[in-house]
Structure formats: C-alpha cells, structure tokens
C-alpha cells in the first residue's frame, strides 16, 4: 500500500488479534524491514527477541496487569472508570511477541556521532521498531506496543545479560480490522494535537 496510507493506518493494536499464524517469509520481511533502520554510527544496537512460549508471555500478563493496578490506583475516579474501558495489552491473544533491546556497548568506544548525544543509540532502536510497525501494516498485520512494566522485571523474565536495556515488548499477528481511530480517542482519554500546535520557526514560539 502507499506509504502515507500505511503511516496513517498504523494502529496500536490491543483487542483485535486472530491469533492465526504469521507465514514465516511475512515474519522475516517485516524483521528485515526493521534491521534496515538507520542508527548513530551504524552500530544496529537492536536485538529482536522472538517469544511464543506460553508460560513466559503469561508470567509477563499477570507482570502487566499487576502494574495496570499500580497505575490506576493514582488515578482520581472519573478517570478511574475511563480507564477500566480501556484494554491495554494483546499479549495473550496475539499471535507472537517481540522483544526489542538496545545494547550501547555495540560499536564502543568510538560510536560515530553518540559523542555528544547519549541516547542516539536509544533513539535508533525506535527507528527500527517503527520500521518494523510500519512494514507489519503494509503486510496487513497488527502490532500493540507493550508500556506496563518494570524493565528489571523483563530483564530477568527473558534473561537479558547485563547492561542491555529492553526497550519494547511488542505484540505482533493477524487482526481482524484496525480501527480508524486511535484507542485512546475512542474512549476519550485524549484527543489528538493538531499539526498546527506543534510547528515553531527558527525559535520555540509559546502558544
């Protein structure tokens, strides 16, 4: 499909996963799509964590909902009650997770262009992901980003060696649909900014 069709019917996606199989070259095109990302001093600090055993991807639900109790437990009560429509996860229902992790030791000392800006490592394994999220729409899967954990936890739960930071637990398969508009707008927990509010030049303007 066009590409700013894909951009823009990219979803995060958390209730309509099949859980039917994902052929195996639709895997790799999508994993190739994101290993081809830019990054700081072509280090490719990313590593792709591929999870379908049962038994991890429960211990990371009940890991998820426990710290979905955590959030909610801050919230004031009308917005207690919107957030309880809200689903936040598809990692039972969906097909594969991923796991993607930043190594910044990939590439040192000398990491071309990370001088100056310490995350630009980080900021590289973003690349990759929305790579790999845009390649999932265009092969008309669906992917729902994972943010309710401890990476301590996730660490120890996938068995990350030392030093190497998760950064993303993805949620990958078919989907019967995505929706044409965002969760969070559906529900009314937020609603878009206009591109006219985020546009400054040459200096930040205050609005």
């Known amino acids: 499909m066009d590409l700013y069709e894909t951009i823009h019917r990219r ?3 958390r ?5 039917a199989p994902i052929p195996a070259e639709t895997l790799t095109r999508i994993l190739t799509a994101a290993h081809a990302a830019p ?4 280090t490719q600090p990313w590593d792709f964590i591929l999870i379908n055993d049962e038994g991890v991807k429960n ?8 710290e979905r109790k955590t959030f909610e437990s801050t ?3 009308p917005t207690a009650n919107r957030f309880a ?6 990692i039972l229902e969906s097909t594969l997770s991923l796991a993607v992790t930043y190594d910044p030791t990939r590439g040192s000392p000398a990491v071309l262009g990370r001088h100056a800006i310490a995350d630009a490592g980080l ?4 690349l990759a992901i929305q790579n790999l999220w845009l390649a999932a729409t265009a092969e008309n899967l669906g992917i729902g980003w994972v943010s309710f954990y401890r990476e301590d936890f996730l660490t120890q739960l996938l068995n990350i060696p030392t030093g190497i930071r998760p950064v993303a637990w993805l949620c990958l398969g078919p989907v019967t649909h995505l929706e044409e508009t965002p969760d969070l707008e559906r529900h009314g927990w937020r609603t878009r ?14 609005r």
């Open 11 to 13: 979803r995060d996606v």
């Open 75 to 77: 919230l004031d009560a």
């Open 39 to 42: 990054s700081v001093g072509l």
């Open 85 to 90: 429509t809200i689903k936040i996860d598809g």
């Open 193 to 206: 900014r206009p591109l006219s509010k985020a546009l400054h030049e040459n200096r930040w303007t205050e």
């Open 15 to 19: 209730g309509q996963f099949t859980g």
């Open 59 to 66: 211990a990371f639900h009940t890991h998820v909902q426990q």
């Open 123 to 126: 900021y590289s394994v973003c």
